[in-house]
């Protein structure tokens, strides 16, 4: 059973990058037909979807994030990334990664448990 | 990007209702919608892809229909864990989710 599990800070100041870790596990991130996406939601808020990776390193960001946006995959570590720079308030959110059955805009199969990110000074 | 607007916002419903929410979308996306649920919490456990196919697992009271840019999600009988926000999502350009339908306890 595939299972998706985020890390990282919970707390990032102000113009700084936000950097974000997916682990997967029951499943090799290289050997399935999934893409990988990051998705998140403002305390009280609707659902956004942020990018999506293939492991072969394709990438798809959404347009209003895409300057500051890069997602990455390590198949050695059965692990995908998000760094989103710049960030600012609006940025406060819960962020899930999710497993992508499809193509990159797919539904959303799998998802992590998602992590928590303030910024704050 | 495409806009996907949910009504109603809150609904209140009693075990037992037949419960439908609608999602539509601002310009045509085929069969390309999902839903899910989501408890407070949790993250979002996906229902239905495809418009009407019925994710594994999930119980077969809940059922979607539609087409191009008008959509709905059916709970034929509401049961006490249905008791959650839905969201829909389109993903024929990119990936937009609708604001979210609260089912509360009436």
């Known amino acids: 059973q595939l299972q998706l599990q985020e890390s990282g800070p919970g707390l990032v100041k102000p113009s700084e990058t936000l950097s974000l870790t997916c682990t997967v596990s029951g499943g090799s991130i290289s050997g399935s037909t999934y893409y990988w996406g990051w998705i998140r939601q403002p305390p009280g808020k609707g659902l956004e979807w942020i990018g999506s990776?293939?492991?072969?390193?394709?990438?798809y960001y959404k347009s209003s994030v895409k300057s500051r946006v890069v997602i990455s995959v390590d198949p050695s570590k059965n692990q995908f990334s998000l760094n989103l720079s710049s960030v600012t308030a609006v940025d406060t959110a819960l962020y899930y990664c999710?497993?992508?059955?499809?193509?990159?805009?797919?539904?959303?199969?799998?998802w992590g448990q998602g992590t928590m990110v303030t910024v704050s000074s | 990007d495409i806009q996907m607007t949910q009504s109603p916002s809150t609904l209140s419903a009693s075990v037992g209702d037949r419960v439908t929410i609608t999602c539509r979308a601002s310009q045509s996306i085929g069969n390309w919608l999902a839903w899910y649920q989501q408890k407070p919490g949790k993250a979002p456990n996906l229902l239905i892809y495809?418009?009407?196919n019925l994710e594994s697992g999930v119980p077969s009271r809940f059922s979607g229909s539609g087409s191009g840019t008008e959509f709905t999600l059916t709970i034929s009988s509401l049961q006490p864990d249905d008791f959650a926000t839905y969201y829909c999502q389109q993903y024929s350009s990119d990936s937009t989710f609708g604001q979210g339908t609260k089912v509360e306890v009436k």
């Open positions: 999710a497993a992508i059955r499809g193509s990159y805009d797919d539904h959303f199969h799998i």
């Open positions: 990776i293939h492991y072969s390193g394709n990438t």
């Open positions: 495809e418009t009407s």
